[in-house]
């Protein structure tokens, strides 16, 4: 079974930076993508940015230039370099992969998994 696990959030004030990780173990074959969403009080889980096939990564408008993901493929780690922040960027942050897993078997089973989340807080 695939394990993602977050680190990074904390409290930061307006127009502060923090650097989020999460690390993806387990028998791991290949990840197709993997990245970051959130979940901010009475509202729904909204896609943060992420890395897609071919290593094309996408970003929600309301983070673009302020925000960017970066990976290290050999450790199966992506990272979320936040800066400028806002008080609307206070959200429980959730990592997200999926990709191909190998079975004791030796067979592939696809996976698609998310983290526990880290709270970001951003204060006024």
């Known amino acids: 079974q695939v394990r993602l696990v977050e680190s990074g959030g904390g409290l930061v004030q307006t127009g502060g930076s923090l650097r989020l990780s999460c690390v993806a173990s387990?028998?791991?074959?290949?990840?197709?993508?993997m990245g970051w969403y959130r979940r901010a009080p009475g509202k729904q889980r909204e896609l943060v940015a992420r890395f897609t096939g071919g290593g094309s990564t996408n970003y929600a408008g309301s983070v673009e230039g302020r925000f960017t993901i970066s990976a290290d493929n050999a450790k199966n780690t992506v990272y979320l370099e936040m800066n400028t922040l806002e008080p609307e960027d206070t959200a429980v942050y959730y990592c997200?992969?999926?990709?191909?897993?190998?079975?004791?078997?030796?067979?592939?089973?696809?996976?698609?998994?998310w983290g526990q989340g880290t709270q970001v807080t951003v204060s006024s």
């Open positions: 387990g028998n791991i074959f290949s990840i197709i993508a």
């Open positions: 997200h992969a999926e990709g191909w897993e190998r079975m004791i078997t030796g067979s592939l089973r696809a996976f698609n998994d």
